[in-house]
């Protein structure tokens, strides 16, 4: 018994030994480039508590892509925003800081999409010296 434990306590220092190592990571150039893009898009842009006008929410995504086209068409130069929360196709339009510049444009709105309405929404805004 004894000259098993004494093997034993030979024998185990050498596999803790044997677990040490170098791990070698190599990463895609790919991912670089995706970090350096994300990091250029993070400098420029910020996204801040503001409003956006939503034009039209309807189950049909042809009908929204519709208004979004005749909306384009009206104010070329506002952006759009057309995404899906289930289980409507919503159109939202424009980044705008104050409520007040948000209602000023959905007073012009309203003469083509008159049940444009202002929501709440995180807007996104090119920062000056971010």
């Not at 801040?48 to 929204?64: K, M």
Request: aromatic share 12%; charged share 20%; net charge positive.
């Amino acid at each position: 018994m004894i000259k098993l434990v004494f093997l034993l306590s030979l024998l185990l220092p050498c596999l803790a030994f044997a677990q040490a190592g170098e791990v070698t990571i190599v990463q895609d150039s790919g991912v670089q480039k995706a970090v350096d893009l994300y990091g250029q898009f993070a400098k420029d842009k910020r996204s801040v508590s503001g409003f956006r006008i939503q034009i039209v929410a309807d189950q049909h995504r042809q009908t929204v892509m519709d208004q979004k086209l005749r909306f384009e068409q009206l104010y070329p130069g506002v952006n759009t925003y057309f995404n899906y929360q289930p289980p409507q196709f919503k159109l939202r339009v424009g980044n705008f800081i104050s409520r007040e510049e948000a209602n000023s444009f959905l007073q012009q709105v309203k003469d083509d999409f008159p049940m444009a309405f202002l929501v709440p929404d995180k807007v996104i805004v090119k920062g000056v010296g971010w």
